[in-house]
């Protein structure tokens, strides 16, 4: 049987809300597969998955252990057979006929590359579809042209892995990062669109985001997740540099990320080596717009300089309070 699309999802202690997105997507009705990769859970999460892969035919498990979302999504990407792949996170859902509908678009265009469909963000009875997504069919073609509508000031394509469905052939010497388990997905973007000519922006179907606080991203803020977010708005940073995307902001971004790590996390010799670079470019980086006061501080003396004095301040702080 040939399969149109494989659905790989990475499952990490997810048993509150597995069931709702497994049984979304094998709604879809489409020829697929299912590869719910159990990326070390401690809950019932591998057990919820082995018995779905009982009873239909399209699941696959795959039992690893814990590396990460990356990790788990790289392992489903060793073992896929469609035509095309989608990520799905397991917190999140499908709206009922999102992929056959989508599908039939790819099918009736075969030089598009990735097809984007909209992103709906649920939190309680709150509905709000993500960034400035077009009211119609749209598409996009040229790396600077791709380059702009996802990075931007008026970004049109979202920046995560989920809701876009890719040709199979994208991925076949490309893996995901896996040293990053915080803001790892939109890094991944720009090297994958390097590789693609035309992307499709569809307005039919829904990936529906549903809010959930125990998530990576809205859990606990740690120094690792903070090191994280430095990480990745210093790689943002220079990608936007590299095809002079939004500069300004990104570099306002990437600096006050990397002080908070600093101040946060410690010194670092890696995060000394970002506020050194960015600050190559500080003098290109006036603006009369508000900004950070270490950020500001950072375009008068440096941005490593700004980070010592947020140390420092913070030390100061912390000996007082107790």
Same mark, same amino acid.
């Given at each position: 049987?040939?399969?149109?699309?494989?659905?790989?999802?990475?499952?990490?202690?997810?048993?509150? =809300?597995?069931?709702?997105?497994?049984?979304?997507? !094998?709604?879809?009705?489409?020829?697929?597969?299912?590869?719910?990769?159990?990326?070390?859970?401690?809950?019932?999460?591998?057990?919820?998955?082995?018995?779905?892969?009982?009873?239909?035919?399209?699941?696959?498990?795959?039992?690893?252990?814990?590396?990460?979302?990356?990790?788990?999504?790289?392992? #489903?990407?060793?073992?896929?057979?469609?035509?095309?792949?989608? =990520?799905?996170?397991?917190?999140?859902?499908?709206?009922?006929?999102? =992929?056959?509908?989508?599908?039939?678009?790819?099918?009736?265009?075969?030089?598009?590359?990735?097809?984007?469909?909209?992103?709906?963000?649920?939190?309680g009875n709150e509905r709000k579809i993500w960034y400035n997504?077009?009211?119609?069919?749209?598409?996009?073609?040229?790396?600077?042209?791709?380059?702009?509508?996802?990075?931007?000031?008026?970004?049109?394509?979202?920046?995560?892995?989920? #809701?876009?469905?890719?040709?199979?052939?994208?991925?076949?010497?490309?893996?995901l990062r896996t040293d990053l388990r915080f803001c790892e997905?939109?890094?991944?973007?720009?090297?994958? =669109?390097?590789?693609?000519?035309?992307? *499709?922006?569809?307005?039919?179907?829904?990936?529906?985001?549903?809010?959930?606080?125990?998530?990576?991203?809205?859990?606990?803020?740690?120094?690792?997740?903070?090191?994280?977010?430095?990480?990745?708005?210093?790689?943002?940073?220079?990608?936007?540099?590299?095809?002079?995307?939004?500069?300004?902001?990104?570099?306002?971004?990437?600096?006050?990320?990397?002080?908070?790590?600093?101040? *946060?996390?410690?010194?670092?010799?890696?995060?000394?080596?970002?506020?050194?670079? !960015?600050?190559?470019?500080?003098?290109?980086?006036?603006?009369?717009?508000?900004?950070?006061?270490?950020?500001?501080?950072? +375009?008068?003396?440096?941005?490593?300089?700004?980070?010592?004095?947020?140390?420092? !301040?913070? +030390?100061?702080?912390?000996?007082?309070?107790?």
């Amino acid at each position: 049987m040939n399969i149109e699309l494989s659905v790989i999802v990475p499952v990490y202690n997810a048993e509150k =809300f597995l069931h709702r997105c497994i049984d979304s997507i !094998l709604n879809q009705n489409i020829s697929m597969e299912l590869l719910l990769v159990n990326d070390g859970s401690s809950d019932k999460s591998g057990s919820i998955c082995d018995e779905y892969a009982e009873k239909d035919k399209r699941v696959k498990v795959i039992h690893k252990v814990n590396g990460g979302p990356n990790s788990a999504r790289n392992m #489903g990407l060793d073992h896929v057979r469609g035509k095309y792949i989608t =990520f799905v996170d397991a917190d999140d859902e499908i709206a009922p006929n999102t =992929f056959i509908q989508n599908i039939e678009i790819l099918n009736s265009l075969p030089d598009v590359d990735i097809l984007q469909y909209p992103e709906i963000g649920i939190r309680g009875n709150e509905r709000k579809i993500w960034y400035n997504y077009p009211t119609h069919e749209h598409v996009v073609e040229g790396l600077d042209n791709l380059m702009n509508a996802l990075l931007g000031e008026n970004a049109i394509i979202p920046g995560g892995l989920c #809701g876009k469905i890719y040709k199979k052939e994208i991925w076949e010497n490309i893996r995901l990062r896996t040293d990053l388990r915080f803001c790892e997905d939109m890094i991944m973007l720009p090297i994958v =669109f390097k590789k693609i000519q035309k992307f *499709f922006i569809s307005t039919v179907g829904e990936y529906r985001y549903i809010w959930n606080d125990e998530s990576a991203c809205h859990s606990e803020y740690t120094p690792a997740k903070c090191l994280d977010v430095a990480r990745s708005a210093y790689e943002l940073y220079k990608v936007r540099l590299e095809y002079r995307v939004n500069v300004l902001a990104s570099w306002n971004n990437a600096v006050k990320a990397c002080i908070n790590a600093w101040s *946060f996390c410690g010194k670092s010799e890696e995060l000394k080596s970002y506020l050194k670079d !960015l600050e190559q470019n500080k003098d290109c980086m006036r603006s009369k717009s508000q900004v950070q006061r270490m950020v500001k501080l950072s +375009r008068i003396l440096s941005p490593l300089s700004a980070a010592r004095i947020k140390w420092l !301040l913070v +030390r100061v702080l912390f000996l007082n309070k107790y």
